[in-house]
Each structure stands twice: as C-alpha cells, then as structure tokens.
C-alpha cells in the first residue's frame, strides 16, 4: 500500500456542498420565522436580546455544527464501537426521565439541568439508529436467523416503550419506521418484515375499532385521553358517547373545539397565505394568538412560514428537505461499506419520518404529534441531534473511499 493510497484524494474529501446548502437554507428560515413568531412577545415581556427565544436557537445551530466539526474527523467505523455503550446511556437517561424528569403539559419529557432542559428522547434516536446499523452489519446470510430478528427488535421496543410511557406517541412511532427501513436495506427476509407489518397493521385496526366503536369503558387497547381525543378530532368524530344527555354532549362539544383548535388554527394560518404570503412578520394568526404561542414556534412553525410566506415559502422549505434527503440517499449509495450505508439509510429514514408527520399534522394528514421539524422547529435538543444526524451523512461522505 503506498503513501497516497493510505489517505483520501482532494475530491475524496469534499463537502457534499448540496447536502449542507439545504441545511444552511433550513437554519436561515427556521430562525427568521422563530423570531417572527416570537419576536414580538419577547419584546413586550421586556426581555433583553440575548434571552429571545431565537438567540436560544442560534446557539444550538452553533453548538451542532461544531458538534459537527468534531464528528467528521473520526472516522463512522471508531464511532460504530462505541454504539452499544451510548444506545444504553440513551436507555438509562430515558430512564431517568421517568424517574426525576420535569413534566410539562401532562408529559414528562425533559431533564432539568439548570438553565438547560434535555431531552433524551431525541438522542436515544441517534444512538439506537448508530447500535442497529453496527448489530445489522453482518453478513447477509445471518440475517436469516428469526433470534437475530428479534434481537433488532428488542433494540426498537426497549426506547419505544420508555418514550411511550412518557408519553410521547409521535417520538415513540419513529423508531418503528427507522427499523423496518435499516433491516430492509441489510437484507432481513421480507417475510420476517410483512409478518412484523402485518401485525402492527392488526394493533392499528384494533386501536381505532377501539377508539370509533367500542362503547364506553371497553378498550381493547389502553389509550391516553388525550391521545383518544387527538384521533376523535382527526377523524372528525363527536366526543359525545352514544347514549349522551343533552348536558354531556354539550360539554363533550365543548371539550371537541378546546382540542381541535390548534389544528383548525393551523388550517386557517396555511390557507391564508395564499401564493407568495402576508409577509415576514405580517402573520396574523401567531401575532394575534390565535394559532397559541405556545406551539406556533415548535410544533406549528410550518403554519406560520406558510402564512407569512405562503405556497411559495412552503415550496422552498419543502425543496431545501428534498435536497437534504436526496442527498443522505447518494451517500447511502456511495458508501464505502455495509455499515456505512445503513448509518445513512436510518438517518434518511429519521429525518424523511420528523418531515412527514410534523407537516402533515400542520394540513391534517396525519393526527397531531408532538414532533418537531428538524433545524425549523425551536427546541435545542431537537436542533443539535438534526445536527449531528446529517454531520453523520457528511462523514460517511468523507470516508467513502478511505480503505
């Protein structure tokens, strides 16, 4: 082996410029619309500039991308070792959470260090995508084994049960497609995977007989309330149980508004942009509070770039996405090994699943979540592991031909 043979080329070491062009226009957009959403309610509290909520979000763009920095220069093959030991760290922290974590809004989610609020949740998603690529990088032959496949499974369900009991539904999904995705692209028998479909399919069944059918008190399967009252509202049901006094439905009316009305504000903030938008700023509907400010800046951050910039800004958002994801799946492809295309197919899958379910709760394809927009949504935790999952992408691309 020669000296230049030991280390990558010039162009074997290049920035996948696409990839980070996307990222960049993401982080650009994601605090421009925080700070419109945000802005003005900062101002009127009398905070100080360095405590907007959007010099919060800054900071996590900066600590991620040095995060990043660091990332890329070990090579994803040292990283891979460690994976094990940092998939049941994310396990004890989860742990934690239900142990000493802080409840907000019913749900106990966060680790509260001081100034700092963490939340595992997030990062258990990297390491456990990190420990399944590394356990599924295996020959092929291998793979055939029904322990092996339950093994993949367990390494799912251990963070999908803790993060569900929390609860947080919409984190706790993840993990599913992000499994199913990496144990296709090693080459787990398909009849393994449809039998594992086929099941889920059978519990989603019941889950909604359960939630538009079965009469009151019997379930088939235990649901939170408000998780029962967010697929009422997506399926436009009456709260109301058969049977109801004029008094019950009543209130059970009242309770249905009280729980749709983030979505049907939702709805109204993307409908009224129009083509190009009200303007920056100009957004009626997050000024007002009428889409609640409690959320307008996570959860509904699309709502609210869609109203103030309408069809096209939504267009450019959902185009930057497009540029990163087709670019995570050229690395998968380039990658210079088994595990390196996995690592880069569970990230494809995590960021495509954050994209899809958080938008589509925004025009009402799917139910409401609470998941964030990866680099648009604020949340510190959410931003900086966003981060390193594409930091992830680039050093993959970094090392595709380094032998």
Known sequence: MTW???????????????????????????????????????????????????MSQIVAYVLGLGLVAGLCIIDYARLARWSLVAYWISVALLVAVALFGVSRLGAKRWIDFGPIQFQPSELAKLAFLFALANFLARPPGELNSPALFAKALGMALIPFLLILKQPDLGSALVFMPV??????????????????????????????????????????IKLEEYQKHRLLVYFGLDFAPKGATPSERLAARAEQEKKSYNVKQSLISVGSGGLAGKGWGEGTQSALGYLPRAVAHNDFIFSVI????????????????????????KIASQARDRLGRLIAVGVVTLLFTHIFVNIGMNIRMVPVTGIPLPLLSAGGTSVICSLIAIGILQNIHLHRRHY
């Open 4 to 54: 230049e043979s030991t280390f990558p080329t010039r162009r074997e070491r290049a920035v996948e410029w696409p990839l980070w062009i996307g990222v960049l226009g993401l982080m650009l957009i994601g605090a421009a619309f925080i700070f419109s959403a945000t802005g003005s309610a900062d101002a009127a509290a009398g905070r100080p500039w360095w405590r907007y909520r959007v």
């Open 179 to 220: 499994a199913l995705a990496m144990m296709f692209a090693a080459g787990v028998p398909r009849r393994f995977l449809l039998r594992f479909l086929g099941s889920g399919a059978l519990v989603v069944v019941l889950l909604l007989v359960d939630v538009m059918f079965a009469p009151p008190g019997w379930k088939f």
């Open 306 to 329: 869609a109203e103030e910039r309408g069809f096209l800004g939504s267009l450019t958002v959902l185009t930057l996405y497009a540029v990163v994801l087709f670019s995570g799946i």
